[in-house]
Nanobody, 118 residues
Framework: QVQLVESGGGLVQAGGSLRLSCAASGRTFSNYAMGWFRQAPGKEREFVAGINWSGGSTYYADSVKGRFTISRDSAKNTVYLQMNSLKPEDTAVYYC???????????WGQGTQVTVSS
């Protein structure tokens, strides 16, 4: 059974920072990427950032480029999302995702709330 356990959400004022963590466990993975998606009330879930686990290539949504940084700790099977210069429009539930590059499987975390006050 695959588990993705997220932590680090909360309430912060605009301009502040938060760091999200997501630890993967339950099986050995290969050829995969991990990333973060978010879903605001009344909106569809959208891609935020992703990282290729083997090569470390990173990808960002235009709306977060220059403010968010995704990174990984391979030894801990953990992915991080450092969020700086937060804006009220960043308010959403953030979901961790593990995506198989071969086979196209997806696993999701339970979500963590990020609220940015103006």
């Amino acid at each position: 059974q695959v588990q993705l356990v997220e932590s680090g959400g909360g309430l912060v004022q605009a301009g502040g920072s938060l760091r999200l963590s997501c630890a993967a466990s339950g099986r050995t993975f290969s050829n995969y990427a991990m990333g973060w998606f978010r879903q605001a009330p009344g909106k569809e879930r959208e891609f935020v950032a992703g990282i290729n686990w083997s090569g470390g290539s990173t990808y960002y949504a235009d709306s977060v480029k220059g403010r968010f940084t995704i990174s990984r700790d391979s030894a801990k099977n953990t992915v991080y999302l450092q969020m700086n210069s937060l804006k009220p429009e960043d308010t959403a539930v953030y979901y961790c995702n593990l995506h198989g590059l071969i086979g196209g499987y997806d696993y999701w975390g339970q979500g963590t709330q990020v609220t940015v006050s103006s």
